[in-house]
Each structure stands twice: as structure tokens, then as C-alpha cells.
């Protein structure tokens, strides 16, 4: 099929001026084999991950495959349809999100949000900025994009109904993911293929692999240390040490929620010598202590 492109021209002076992205909730959704929903609109704007599995995608009558590692943009009001795949169906990452603010006092529950097509009213749908923004594109690290979903998804509930510190938190993190969606996925915007090539490894690599290591991929590419440190922090939002710190406790949570490992386990195998340092630090990163997190997220995740 010939994919989507939704044809808003860049001026990040409008962006910035006129438009004011605000996330409205996260969710984590698995389909069941052959999974088909019906065809449907959304007033809001979404970004959804295939986290695992694969299906269709029908877009304004077209159709497409999706696989693991897929990021897709459905503009708020685009008329879509999923369809699961009878072996290994999807499982999606989705955000849910308005360019600018949209009074929709009638609204309680996530579900509000979608209907069949013409079901809304014009001012109940988001409008969209001047980004020429692709429909479909490849995540270059699933991990990484991973963890941005995991830094939203935690409330089921719309984020209207939360402590305005709390829904203050979670638009910060949405900030920073719809930045690094937006640099992948705005037309002719590709990321430096040397990164590229440096994310994909990170993915076969050991939970110890070192900041050190990057530099030295990073040199064999042609990259000299400082040139490489800002390509990478260009291309993912983070410093190549943070990033590898926030796998670091990506996959620390992992185990958490689906290993049965003991938590001092957990510390041993990612090289934390105390587990009151490895509980301090690794509340410092999610908001939460190992067992709490185990305890909230098991069977969610």
C-alpha cells in the first residue's frame, strides 16, 4: 500500500507558538489471536508501538502489515481499523494525546475518546500542526522506546481526573517522547545511520555493557568522542551514559515484573553490591522501590 504521510509543513515557530502537545493517557493493550476491532476514529492524536506480535493496519481504506518494532501516527479523526494476526498477535503501546487543548467537559473515560466514523464533532477533534509527519515508521531501538511507554503508561485513568502535580510529571516525559518521535518521523528527517547501527548493537549486548564501549564503536564508525556525544544525544534525547542507564533499570524492571528472581537477585545479576543502593537508586529512576513496583506491575507490563 502506499503509506500515509500527513502533510503538515514544518514551522516549529507555529509548533511552538500555536500548539501546546498535552498527553491525555497512556495504555499497554494485547490482542488476542485474530483480533479484528471495527472500524473507528479517535478525537485525539496517537503514537502506538507494536511492542511484540504482528497484524494489519487499515488506514482511510488502505491496508498494511505491522510487526514488532513498528511506530505508527494516526492523526486525531483518521478512520482505522486493526486486525490481529491469528498466531502472534499484537501487543501495542499507546499514547493518546492532543496538539492543543480541547475542552471536552462531557468526556470521563478513555473509551469516550473513540467512535465510528463521523461520531464526533468537528470541535471535538484535535487539530493538527504543520508537520509533514510519516504514518508509519521504524523504532530504532525497541528497548528505548520501550521505556518511553513505560514512563507514561503507569495511571489507567485519564490524567484529567490525577493531582495536577502528577499529570505535570507525566506531560514532562511526554515532552521529551513526542520530541524524539517527531525527529524520526518528520519526512526526509532519518536518524544518523552510524547511531543507527550503534542502537541495534546495544540491543545484543550484556546489562553491564559500558559508556566506554559506545565510544569505541563509535571511533571504528568514524566518529571522534565529542561529535559522537552529540549525534547520539540528537538522535535518542539522552547522553549515550544515560541512556545506557535507563536500559539499565528498563530491564531491571523487566525482570521485576516477569522473572521470579528475588530482588537481591536482581541486584546481583545487574551489578549492584547492596540492595539498599540498588533499592535507593532504582526508586530514583521510576518513582517507586523494587517491591512496590513488582507488587503494582506484575501482570501489566
Given at each position: 500500500?502506499?503509506?500515509?504521510?500527513?502533510?503538515?509543513?514544518?514551522?516549529?515557530?507555529?509548533?511552538?507558538?500555536?500548539?501546546?502537545?498535552?498527553?491525555?493517557?497512556?495504555?499497554?493493550?494485547?490482542?488476542?489471536?485474530?483480533?479484528?476491532?471495527?472500524?473507528?476514529?479517535?478525537?485525539?492524536?496517537?503514537?502506538?508501538?507494536?511492542?511484540?506480535?504482528?497484524?494489519?493496519?487499515e488506514?482511510?481504506?488502505?491496508?498494511?502489515?505491522?510487526?514488532?518494532?513498528?511506530?505508527?501516527?494516526?492523526?486525531?479523526?483518521?478512520?482505522?481499523?486493526?486486525?490481529?494476526?491469528?498466531?502472534?498477535?499484537?501487543v501495542?503501546?499507546?499514547?493518546y494525546?492532543?496538539?492543543?487543548?480541547?475542552?471536552?467537559?462531557?468526556?470521563?473515560?478513555?473509551?469516550?475518546?473513540?467512535?465510528?466514523?463521523?461520531?464526533?464533532?468537528?470541535?471535538?477533534?484535535?487539530?493538527?500542526?504543520?508537520?509533514?509527519?510519516?504514518?508509519?515508521?521504524?523504532?530504532s531501538?525497541?528497548?528505548?522506546?520501550?521505556?518511553?511507554?513505560?514512563?507514561?503508561?503507569?495511571?489507567?485513568?485519564?490524567?484529567?481526573?490525577?493531582?495536577?502535580?502528577?499529570?505535570l510529571?507525566?506531560?514532562g516525559?511526554?515532552?521529551?517522547?513526542?520530541?524524539q518521535?517527531?525527529?524520526?518521523?518528520?519526512?526526509?528527517?532519518?536518524?544518523?545511520?552510524?547511531?543507527?547501527?550503534?542502537?541495534?548493537?546495544?540491543?545484543?549486548?550484556?546489562?553491564?555493557?559500558?559508556?566506554?564501549?559506545?565510544?569505541?564503536?563509535?571511533?571504528?564508525?568514524?566518529?571522534k568522542?565529542?561529535?559522537?556525544?552529540?549525534?547520539?544525544?540528537?538522535?535518542?534525547?539522552?547522553?549515550?551514559?544515560?541512556?545506557?542507564?535507563?536500559?539499565?533499570?528498563?530491564?531491571?524492571?523487566?525482570?521485576?515484573?516477569?522473572?521470579?528472581?528475588?530482588?537481591?537477585?536482581?541486584?546481583?545479576?545487574?551489578?549492584?553490591?547492596?540492595?539498599?543502593?540498588?533499592?535507593?537508586?532504582?526508586?530514583?529512576?521510576?518513582?517507586?522501590?523494587?517491591?512496590?513496583?513488582?507488587?503494582?506491575?506484575?501482570?501489566?507490563?
Open positions: 500500500m502506499r503509506i500515509p504521510t500527513y502533510r503538515f509543513r514544518v514551522d516549529y515557530v507555529t509548533v511552538y507558538s500555536e500548539f501546546n502537545p498535552l498527553l491525555l493517557f497512556a495504555q499497554k493493550y494485547a490482542f488476542t489471536p485474530g483480533e479484528s476491532c471495527l472500524l473507528r476514529i479517535c478525537c485525539a492524536s496517537a503514537v502506538i508501538l507494536v511492542e511484540s506480535g504482528k497484524g494489519e493496519l488506514l482511510n481504506g488502505s491496508s498494511c502489515s505491522v510487526q514488532t518494532g513498528t511506530l505508527i501516527y494516526i492523526a486525531a479523526g483518521t478512520v482505522h481499523r486493526w486486525t490481529a494476526d491469528p498466531d502472534t498477535p499484537m501495542h503501546r499507546c499514547v494525546f492532543d496538539w492543543k487543548y480541547v475542552s471536552r467537559p462531557e468526556f470521563s473515560y478513555q473509551r469516550d475518546y473513540f467512535g465510528e466514523p463521523g461520531s464526533f464533532r468537528t470541535e471535538l477533534i484535535s487539530p493538527q500542526p504543520e508537520l509533514e509527519l510519516q504514518g508509519i515508521t521504524g523504532s531501538s525497541l528497548q528505548l522506546w520501550i521505556s518511553y511507554f513505560n514512563a507514561l503508561t503507569p495511571p489507567p485513568e485519564l490524567l484529567g481526573q490525577r493531582n495536577p502535580w502528577d499529570k510529571a507525566y506531560n516525559a511526554f515532552q521529551m517522547f513526542l520530541h518521535f517527531i525527529a524520526g518521523a518528520v519526512k526526509n528527517g532519518a536518524r544518523d545511520p552510524r547511531i543507527s547501527r550503534i542502537l541495534a548493537r546495544i540491543e545484543k549486548e550484556p546489562p553491564a555493557l559500558s559508556e566506554q564501549c559506545l565510544y569505541e564503536w563509535a571511533e571504528a564508525l568514524g566518529l568522542k565529542s561529535r559522537f556525544h552529540d549525534l547520539f544525544k540528537s538522535d535518542t534525547g539522552y547522553t549515550p551514559n544515560h541512556y545506557l542507564k535507563r536500559l539499565k533499570f528498563h530491564r531491571i524492571a523487566e525482570d521485576l515484573v516477569y522473572s521470579n528472581l528475588s530482588i537481591t537477585g536482581i541486584a546481583a545479576k545487574h551489578g549492584f553490591s547492596s540492595v539498599h543502593y540498588f533499592s535507593k537508586a532504582f526508586r530514583l529512576m521510576t518513582g517507586l522501590p523494587p517491591s512496590e513496583y513488582r507488587e503494582k506491575y506484575t501482570g501489566m507490563m
